[in-house]
């Protein structure tokens, strides 16, 4: 909590722009998120850094006088172990792998770095890994000094992305021993705050390798949702976490196996349905599988088709909504199909003979079939 002096109140197409004599709001950049809170009472909308180091404050509403400014803390102390792990996985990387940085992301769901290298093989990342919570372990303290351009340009300095003609003291954030690096960001105060850092996976890019991590509070939420799942998987499988590979082979190969059976079963079933109805003496049929699917209805059709091409049916699957057939001489099957998909609350389209679609609702089967019987082929 701290309070500042409102110097200008702009309003702007869809909110305020706010400018105070002092902040200690992040606006954002160089990728790390902006902070959130709120000024005088007021959520920021957002904030915005201009040209001249000024930061703008976007409100929804306008504010005036002296004012409180309320920091969202768990948000900043986030940012802060996300962006302090960055920089010993960026500086351990270069120093011991010789991997450099292009870039990197601290967001809401997920930290990545990129580095410039083809190909991260999984015993580099576990290396890496082992490393930079060395780092962790060894509480090194992290501390804020401002350093001429032309110091900084002398070499052993991590920089990059620096504006051109930048004058004037640059920020640069210490790593004791490990790491020194050009930053406008929020970090803590030793790394004994990051607790650990996790290396997530590597995604392949057509410029380098991107590194998914976590530190800090993130790092145990991740590692506390995969408890969440391992206990929901015992309950499941009736094992412990050693045997989740061989029972859930085991539960494949059986839902294979069933899935085989199915088929076969669903073929008998069509050949036997579509026997049934090419034996009937109505000119036009109708037939509902509330437990069939696409595939039945299909086969259904199909042979339907080849026993008796110029019976007229009606073919419908599913529960209280799934699919429709209409199948027959081609001039009915024309004008009936479109009825049939109005009245599902469905659409369909064919030619030839077929029209088929998904249907909506199986509410209307009644007056589906009082249609069937009252159609003349």
């Known amino acids: 909590m701290a309070e500042a002096e409102v110097v200008r109140c702009v309003g702007v197409e869809g909110g305020f722009e706010v400018v105070l004599d002092r902040t200690i709001f992040y606006p954002g950049g160089g990728g790390q998120p902006a902070d959130s809170g709120k000024i005088g009472g007021v959520e920021a909308a957002g904030f ?51 991997l450099k940085t292009l870039v990197f992301h601290i967001s809401q769901d997920a930290c990545d770095i990129e580095f410039e290298v083809d190909r991260l093989e999984e015993g580099t990342l576990v290396a890496l890994e082992e490393l930079v919570n060395r780092r962790v372990r060894e509480a090194l303290p992290v501390t804020v000094m401002f350093m001429e351009a032309e110091e900084v340009a002398k070499g052993g300095i991590r920089s990059r992305m620096l504006p051109e003609g930048l004058t004037g003291p640059l920020r640069v954030v210490e790593i004791a021993g490990l790491d020194r690096n050009t930053c406008g960001g929020t970090h803590v105060r030793n790394l004994s705050e990051l607790q650990l850092i996790k290396l997530l996976g590597v995604q392949r890019l057509t410029r380098g390798c991107r590194v998914f991590f976590a530190a800090g509070g993130r790092a145990l939420s991740r590692f506390n949702e995969s408890l969440g799942r391992e206990r929901e998987l015992n309950q499941l499988l009736s094992c412990g976490p050693g045997d989740y590979s061989r029972v859930i082979g085991d539960v494949l190969a059986n839902a294979r196996d069933a899935e085989r059976r199915l088929k076969g079963l669903g073929g008998r079933l069509a050949a036997e349905v579509g026997q049934r109805l090419a034996a009937s003496p109505d000119p036009v049929v109708f037939y509902h599988c509330p437990e069939g699917d696409l595939d039945l209805l299909r086969a259904v059709g199909s042979e339907l088709r080849d026993r008796k091409p110029d019976l007229a049916a009606v073919i419908t699957v599913g529960q209280d909504h799934g699919y429709f057939m209409v199948v027959g001489p081609e001039a009915w099957v024309a004008s009936t199909g479109p009825r049939v998909a109005e009245l599902l609350k469905g659409k369909g389209g064919g030619r030839g003979g077929l029209f088929q679609g998904r249907a909506g609702t199986f509410g209307a089967l009644p007056r589906l079939r009082e249609l069937v019987d009252a159609c003349v082929v």
Do not use: C, F, N
């Open 48 to 98: 915005r850094k201009e040209d001249d180091g000024e930061i703008v404050h976007v409100l929804p509403s306008p504010v005036s006088g002296r004012v409180a400014l309320e920091l969202e803390w768990e948000t900043r102390y986030d940012h802060m172990q996300q962006h302090s792990a960055e920089h010993v996985i960026a500086a351990t990387a270069l120093r011991e792998l010789g």
